[in-house]
């Protein structure tokens, strides 16, 4: 009788809240792509087919509002207790950062919505955990709604775009906001692609992944590109090297792929030299040291030299790099940025853009929130992380989708320190990345009763 009881209880848990995960597959899915669609600019010319309708900026409040609302809900679980130094790291960062923002007197709408953005992946993820395990019906939805939009992107930008408009790196978009995000979802399918592949041997798989990559030459993001790549190579690598047997001949194999590839770079620059431009141009002309993303740090560390309380809990949201630090500088309004970040948001130059933001979201997380919000930020992260790096895959969807957070999870934060407003931002790698880690940390077979 005791074991029926335990396991109708293990039941109820979970199933969790019907209502609470039908809203969180809504947010997770329809929600972010229809979000990102309305995000989409109206002067652009191959945006107008797609562009369906503007969301009204109150709408924001209300997501943030029923954010909120869930994850206090999610607070009162039993189920929390497995994640509790995440939600205490998560309350200590709001607190301080409301109270730093009423000390200073800029408790505004603006700030809010700066501190909402930064933590809106980790309440989304707070509020998936206790709201139970996904079941497959649920998995299944998940898998095939990301595919079709993936499938629907590549027919708009290949069939409408393209033809019509003509390859442009920041106007192949898609449905998406930008050329970026829809680059950034190639990536993602094409490494988890790739990955499959050298787990099951399926040629299918390989195909698609080559496929995706080269799709990637239309939304191109250079940056994102390279560094998947790269993640690719070590993956590849690490696969041969696990079937090698022998020092001598893994050594050999390390140090032919290390050859080819440098053969392959300089290739490369003698053929294509109009690709290296930019590094040319940072190197010869602008100096290393003065590049935007190393010379945001500097900056973001003499911001908080004033005194001790911005050192340790920065300047405010909103006072320096992000959201609303963009906005008000660009309408004239900037108080804690520095001139040359006024300079860089008004500067026209689409080519020197990458060169010219002397600002990064790691870097104004430090300016903004200080060494004790930055640390208060990542242990939430961090946690997030480290139980989906150590799971043991059950199965190839699990497998897949413990590497689709991976990638997801390193694209943002590798590109974090390159632009002002970065992926962290983005509701479309964000809350599917939550997603998949919060199935990672919900309810495992492992810990039902042995009779169920």
Not at 122 to 128: G, M, N, T, V
Request: proline share 4%; with cysteine.
């Amino acid at each position: 009788m005791q074991v029926i009881q335990q396991e109708l209880v293990t039941r109820s848990r979970l199933q969790g809240l019907p209502v609470m995960r039908k809203v969180i597959l809504f947010i997770t899915t329809f929600w972010i792509i229809m979000y990102s669609n309305a995000r989409m600019s109206d002067f652009v010319p191959s945006y107008k087919f797609v562009h369906l309708f503007p969301i009204p900026a109150f709408v924001r409040g209300v997501e943030l509002a029923l954010l909120v609302f869930l994850y206090l809900l999610s607070l009162t679980t039993k189920m929390n207790k497995r994640i509790l130094l995440f939600n205490v790291s998560i309350l200590a960062f709001i607190g301080l950062s409301i109270l730093n923002l009423v000390w200073h007197g800029n408790l505004r709408g603006a700030s809010i919505q700066d501190l909402y953005i930064r933590l809106a992946p980790l309440l989304f993820f707070a509020i998936l955990v206790p709201a139970s395990r996904s079941d497959k019906k649920e998995l299944r939805y998940f898998v095939q709604f990301f595919i079709g939009t993936l499938l629907l992107n590549i027919l708009v930008s290949v069939f409408y775009q393209i033809p019509l408009h003509g390859d442009h790196e920041d106007h192949i978009p898609g449905i998406m906001e930008d050329a970026h995000a829809y680059c950034n979802y190639l990536l993602v399918f094409f490494i988890v692609l790739l990955y499959d592949y050298l787990r099951t041997k399926k040629l299918t798989s390989l195909t698609l992944s080559l496929f995706f990559l080269v799709l990637t030459v239309f939304p191109r993001n250079e940056k994102a590109i390279g560094f998947t790549i790269l993640v690719a190579g070590i993956l590849v690598l690490q696969h041969i090297l696990k079937k090698t047997k022998g020092l001598f001949l893994k050594l050999a194999i390390v140090g032919t792929l290390l050859l080819a590839t440098g053969i392959g770079t300089v290739t490369l620059v003698k053929n294509r030299p109009d690709i290296w431009a930019r590094a040319d141009l940072a190197i010869n002309y602008i100096g290393l040291e003065n590049v935007g993303p190393i010379q945001a740090w500097p900056m973001a560390v003499n911001e908080i030299q004033s005194g001790p309380m911005p050192m340790l809990i920065g300047l405010g949201a909103g006072e320096y790099g992000w959201i609303a630090a963009g906005r008000d500088v660009s309408e004239g309004n900037g108080r804690k940025h520095s001139r040359q970040f006024d300079f860089e948001f008004t500067f026209g130059s689409v080519d020197n853009a990458g060169f010219m933001f002397r600002t990064n979201t790691w870097s104004s997380l430090l300016a903004e929130f200080g060494i004790i919000g930055t640390l208060l930020f990542l242990v939430p992260v961090w946690i997030m992380t480290k139980k989906v790096w150590k799971h043991q895959p059950e199965n190839r969807l699990e497998a897949n989708m413990r590497m689709a957070f991976l990638i997801i999870l390193l694209l943002v934060v590798f590109q974090g320190f390159f632009t002002p407003y970065s992926n962290w931002s983005s509701p479309t790698l964000v809350f599917p990345m939550a997603y998949l880690a919060a199935y990672f940390h919900s309810t495992t077979k492992k810990e039902l009763p042995e009779n169920s």
